[in-house]
């Protein structure tokens, strides 16, 4: 699959479920209506549509939310997904979680073939832990960051940098994460769906958060690269990797490999613009994929350059209406 900027797009994440057991302040509202359960595709049809992109050419497949872990039955779904690796259709399965359901299926995952995820994570503050996710247990995510470490899954933190909350706390996650052998990622808030904070009041541009960590480590560009968009340094005071996701102060859209599935079948070609394509409807169509194969490549003939993130007092609505949660980040 060729976009019409000449990138070629190998990476497909999925959002299993807009659903999650955390409440992050800069994601969602405290009070969310989320999809009927009627209006998500059946794990079948998530399935089939997965195995269509990995027939277009599809190598990295990643499962978000929401919380993925919480869609019922989720593991029969990455057990039927794992038949890719085996056939070396796919170089990598993995997903985004909150870390809440860690320790009841990180054993599970392994056996399916999941090498490597990423566990959001924003403080290390058990209190301040509850106030951003406000239903969350820092305990619990803890446990299953041990559980997936046990089970020989490798661990990246991603960690949103939120100015005012745990900017002072960033040289302490890093150690941390260092020390227990994880990256950690860096993101800059993205102004996408209502919530009830002011997103101007939040934002930190990592440009300035780089400069501040340069005052505290030796920092050195690396061409590291996981197949998404963060931008990579080595710390050498602890030897591990620090990544940038710089959305708002400095796009990645040119080398941009992505798009992103809804549970209900909806294709964004871009996490940043709201055009997007209906798959449900080929796909329950025919029980052939000659119309879901066409639909796959009008879409991607229409991937647009890239998105157009502002954050400033001029500009305090979301850029795009949807949360954060319907498409995964």
């Known amino acids: 699959m060729i976009d019409p900027f000449g990138r070629t797009i190998s990476y497909l994440r999925v959002s299993v479920t807009d659903r999650c057991d955390f409440r992050c302040t800069y994601c969602m509202s405290e009070h969310m209506t989320f999809l009927p359960k009627k209006d998500l595709l059946t794990l079948e049809e998530l399935d089939r549509l997965c195995t269509a992109f990995i027939e ?11 919380e993925p872990l919480v869609r019922k039955n989720i593991m029969h779904l990455i057990g039927e997904l794992s038949r890719h690796l085996q056939s070396g259709a796919l170089e990598e399965l993995t997903l985004t979680t909150n870390g809440s359901q860690l320790a009841r299926f990180a054993s599970e995952l392994a056996g399916h073939g999941v090498r490597r995820i990423n566990v959001s994570l924003d403080t290390l503050d058990p209190d301040k832990f509850r106030a951003i996710t406000r239903w969350g247990d820092f305990n619990r995510v803890m446990e299953g960051i041990d559980a997936a470490q046990e089970a020989g899954i ?8 939120l100015k005012g909350f745990n900017d002072h706390e960033i040289p302490e996650m890093i150690r941390w994460a260092h020390g227990r052998g994880m990256d950690l990622t860096l993101i800059e808030t993205m102004p996408m769906g209502e919530i009830d ?11 300035l958060l780089r400069s501040q960590l340069a005052e505290e480590f030796t920092m050195n560009d690396i061409a590291y690269k996981t ?7 080595e710390i050498e005071e602890t030897g591990g990797r620090v990544g940038f996701i ?4 400095h796009n990645f859209c040119e080398s941009c490999n992505r798009v992103r599935l809804t549970c209900t079948g909806t294709l964004y070609m871009c996490l940043g613009q709201e055009d997007a394509a209906d ?14 194969n066409n639909a796959i490549d009008e879409a991607i003939g229409r991937k647009p350059k890239g998105h157009d993130f ?5 500009h305090n609505r979301p850029a795009v209406s949807r949360h954060m949660s319907v498409t995964g980040g």
């Open 56 to 66: 277009k050419g599809v190598k990295k497949l990643r499962l978000t939310g929401g």
């Open 246 to 249: 710089t959305p708002m102060t």
């Open 310 to 314: 502002i954050i400033d007092r001029r």
């Open 227 to 233: 197949g998404g968009p963060a931008r990579y340094v």
């Open 279 to 292: 798959l449900r409807e080929p796909l329950r169509a025919s029980e052939g994929n000659e119309l879901l």
């Open 154 to 161: 490798k661990v990246k933190l991603n960690a949103v940098a």
């Open 197 to 207: 904070l002011d997103r101007t009041d939040q934002y930190l541009p990592l440009s």
